[in-house]
């Protein structure tokens, strides 16, 4: 009978260590729901982007961390002791910096969230804001990696093993750094590279390259590569230093505007004056044209034709491109109806011989 005794009291230590934590989690996970329905209810009635933004992405990293952050203040109200005491508080302290590194990263989606809706990239005139957005990108991927170093470094610090092994290595760090930085010249090359880009910026998000041959813009550029997307919805993907040692077209550098070429191979007995006119009522009626240059000249004469060269400007390269196909439609359409005599032909003259033709004899 007596040893049933400890053992009642020992049940209920236990069911008393147990209801703390279990309260604990219950109370913090109130507290986050509690939180959160203010603030939804302030954004239903003050709609707000910060607010909205909050919701979104830190609804659950706060599930997690705010019960384990309760039961981190609770937890000496335990009856647990010595060993066990100890690793509990180990476990808490490990999952508390774990779930608060999630809420940093996400914090940093909330941070670009605002950002981008102040500032559009959808804008025509958006060369300022693509000099933000690129920055912007390598910055908050910067950040997260910070971020989940840190938390790393601090998680495995907690254990006493990691921390001798931590002063071990101390020890050795110059012969461990020239060794790592032989085998990852590369990629701390393209580091450096990415953050010469980010900050010198030759290139940005949604700027319009030409590398390789390759028309398209630049739809994301990371720690390592860049990637491009091509007109036919392709992906080129380049390293970052190839940027800084190749040379490549920017053609959105400092303006998206852009000057469009369209050549036109006619007959010699075209009026170019009617053809100049003829431009001229084309791109004036087309809403694509940025009404700054439209210009036609005879930029050359070959044996059989003339060679018409039509300039016209656009606000983008995607509106100069369509500019130019409209331009050579209508104009050679307008050769074709109204001067079909002055569409490239080629003469042949056929002099008379000395000598009458004479047939050949025949069999009979």
């Known amino acids: 009978m007596a040893d049933f005794f400890p053992d009642l009291e020992r049940l209920r230590l236990l069911v008393y260590t147990v209801g703390v934590v279990l309260g604990s989690l219950l109370l913090g996970w109130l507290l986050k729901r509690l939180a959160f329905w203010l603030l939804g209810a302030y954004h239903r009635r003050e709609p707000s982007l910060l607010a909205q933004s909050v919701l979104l992405h830190l609804s659950q990293p706060s599930a997690w961390f705010i019960p384990i952050l309760a039961l981190s203040f609770l937890l ?14 180990r476990l808490v302290e490990t999952a508390l910096l774990a779930t608060f590194a999630w809420g940093l990263v996400k914090t940093v989606d909330v941070v670009e969230d605002l950002v981008q809706h102040h500032y559009r990239l959808t804008d025509d005139d958006n060369l300022r804001v693509r000099k933000l957005f690129t920055q912007l990108q390598f910055v908050k991927k910067l950040a997260i990696t910070l971020i989940i170093f840190v938390a790393t470094a601090l998680i495995l610090m907690n254990f006493a093993t990691v921390r001798k092994i931590g002063t071990g290595l101390l020890t050795s760090a110059g012969i461990a750094s020239v060794i790592i930085g032989f085998a990852a010249q590369r990629s701390i090359s393209n580091l450096l590279a990415g953050f010469q880009i980010a900050f010198t910026q ?44 190749k040379p490549f077209q ?42 700054r240059v439209c210009v036609l000249q005879v930029t ?12 016209v400007s656009a606000s983008n390269s995607s509106r100069a491109f369509d500019l130019r196909c409209a331009v050579r439609e209508q104009l050679v359409g307008f050769i074709q109806q109204h001067y079909p005599e002055s569409l490239p032909k080629t003469r042949t003259l056929v002099e008379a011989q000395d000598q009458p033709f004479m047939p050949a004899p025949s069999e009979d």
């Not at 550029?221 to 491009?228: G, H």
């Not at 998206?256 to 053809?275: C, K, M, N, R, S």
């Open 76 to 89: 000496p109200l335990t009856y647990l002791d010595g060993r066990a005491l100890e690793v509990a508080r």
């Open 202 to 245: 030759p290139i940005r998000l949604d700027d319009v390259l030409v590398v390789e041959g390759e028309w398209g813009r630049v739809e994301e550029i990371t720690f390592t590569y860049v990637v491009l997307r091509i007109w036919d919805e392709r992906r080129l993907v380049l390293p970052l230093n190839y940027f800084i040692e």
């Open 250 to 291: 920017n053609w959105t550098r400092t303006t998206a505007q852009l000057l469009g070429t369209v050549f036109l191979y006619t007959d010699y007995t075209i009026p170019v004056e009617a053809v100049r006119a003829e431009l001229q009522r084309v791109v004036q009626s087309n809403p694509l044209w940025d009404q």
């Open 300 to 311: 050359d004469s070959k044996e059989r034709t003339l060679e018409l060269r039509c300039l």
